[in-house]
Each structure stands twice: as structure tokens, then as C-alpha cells.
T-cell receptor, first 111, second 115 residues
Framework: GESVGLHLPTLSVQEGDNSIINCAYS??????FIWYKQESGKGPQFIID?????DKRQGQRVTVLLNKTVKHLSLQIAATQPGDSAVYFC??????????FGAGTRLFVKA | KAGVTQTPRYLIKTRGQQVTLSCSPI?????VSWYQQTPGQGLQFLFE???????NKGNFPGRFSGRQFSNSRSEMNVSTLELGDSALYLC??????????????FGQGTRLTVV
């Protein structure tokens, strides 16, 4: 089926370090991108979004970078905490009622 | 404000049966989308409803169907269940801005096991 991103990779970081999670999207017509966090036993939770007219957007401890030239999206988490351990999904929307999710990245935070 | 509510949380069915899952969106959200989540395939888009109309559909067989009611509540139905339909089914509700749905708020999902 349609998909964004790579097969589920795993990222392991030390508590306090910065984390960078990457995502490649396939549809150059996509103009709205979202990052979600999914903890075990829960549904995905919105983290931050960015529209295609922006390259960067910052939230609380998180930054999303968008490179439309190479169709790449990244999520940076500053000072990673144990509570950040989860699966992170990028998602894209092409301007309608269909949001496509990537395969996800599992983040482990070592104390 | 209450979140997205999905019922039931867990369900066990046998092959060949049918199942109906329910989703109540956040109050004021008129867009409801459904996803199937499996370890091997990740989050796969099933369909999205807005104003009681299906606006978009993913690549799933016709056994998967849904509907939305006037109060924005939605149901999805899977007929003639197969073992491969075992998954976590997630519902998300969104506001609509212009012609698109915005950030989605997900329920906790319904875990369907087909035996």
C-alpha cells in the first residue's frame, strides 16, 4: 500500500542527549506533514506539524525540519528523556482527506 | 474535553464472521478516519469520512466498509473475517480546514483477534 518512510528502524540514545528521527516521503505533492508519538498500548499522539511553505518549526523540546528538495523530514528531540521512549511516525497529507503514515521509528532512551 | 472513544477495546472473532467497530470523535470534530495497524505493515489508511460521506479510501478489499452518522460518530465493518485481519484498528478525529483534515486525534484502538 501507500507509505511514507522506511521500515521500522530503532534508535537508541542516552538520556539527556539529542535525538534525530528521519523520514523520507514519496509524494512531492504533499504539503502538510505531521509527527506522531505512539506509546505502548495507546493510539498515536500528535507532536508537531509543518506545512510545505516552511523549512523548520519548533515546539517544546522538538524541532521538525523539512527538506522538500530531497523529500526528507526529520524530528529533533532535545535533551531526550525516558518518557520519550516510543514509536515515532511521520505522516503526510496532500491536501485532502487522506493522511499517509510512515512505518515508524522506535526510540529507546537509556537511563 | 473528552477524547476519541473507541468500542470495544478488545474483540475475538472466528474466521468468516463479521465485526462492527465504533468510534465517537471529539466533540466538534466532523472528520473521522480509520487505520489498521499491524506489526508488519504499520499504520495503513482505511478510509475517512466527513459530513457522512466517505471522502477517501485506502487500498483495502470491499470487505472493509464504514459509515458516519449525522452526529459524526462512525462505524467500520469487516465482513467474512480472515486471520490476516487481526490488528489494532485505530480511529482518529480531526477538524477540517478548507478542504483538508488537520491534525488527527486518535483513540486507543480496538484490538481485533481473528481465530
Amino acid at each position: 500500500g501507500e507509505s511514507v518512510g522506511l521500515h521500522l528502524p530503532t534508535l537508541s540514545v542516552q538520556e539527556g542527549d539529542n535525538s534525530i528521527i528521519n523520514c523520507a516521503y514519496s509524494n512531492s505533492a504533499s504539503d502538510y506533514f505531521i509527527w506522531y508519538k505512539q506509546e505502548s498500548g495507546k493510539g498515536p499522539q500528535f507532536i508537531i506539524d509543518i506545512r510545505s511553505n516552511m523549512d523548520k518549526r519548533q515546539g517544546q523540546r522538538v524541532t521538525v525540519l523539512l527538506n522538500k528538495t530531497v523529500k526528507h523530514l526529520s524530528l529533533q528531540i532535545a535533551a531526550t528523556q525516558p518518557g520519550d521512549s516510543a514509536v515515532y511516525f511521520c505522516a503526510e497529507n496532500t491536501g485532502g482527506f487522506k493522511t499517509i503514515f510512515g512505518a515508524g521509528t522506535r526510540l529507546f532512551v537509556k537511563a | 474535553k473528552a477524547g476519541v472513544t473507541q468500542t470495544p477495546r478488545y474483540l475475538i472473532k472466528t474466521r468468516g464472521q463479521q465485526v462492527t467497530l465504533s468510534c465517537s470523535p471529539i466533540s466538534g470534530h466532523r472528520s473521522v478516519s480509520w487505520y489498521q495497524q499491524t506489526p508488519g505493515q504499520g499504520l495503513q489508511f482505511l478510509f475517512e469520512y466527513f459530513s457522512e460521506t466517505q471522502r477517501n479510501k485506502g487500498n483495502f478489499p470491499g470487505r472493509f466498509s464504514g459509515r458516519q452518522f449525522s452526529n459524526s460518530r462512525s462505524e467500520m465493518n469487516v465482513s467474512t473475517l480472515e486471520l490476516g485481519d487481526s490488528a489494532l484498528y485505530l480511529c482518529a478525529s480531526s477538524l477540517v480546514s478548507g478542504s483538508r483534515s488537520t491534525e488527527a486525534f486518535f483513540g486507543q484502538g480496538t484490538r481485533l483477534t481473528v481465530v
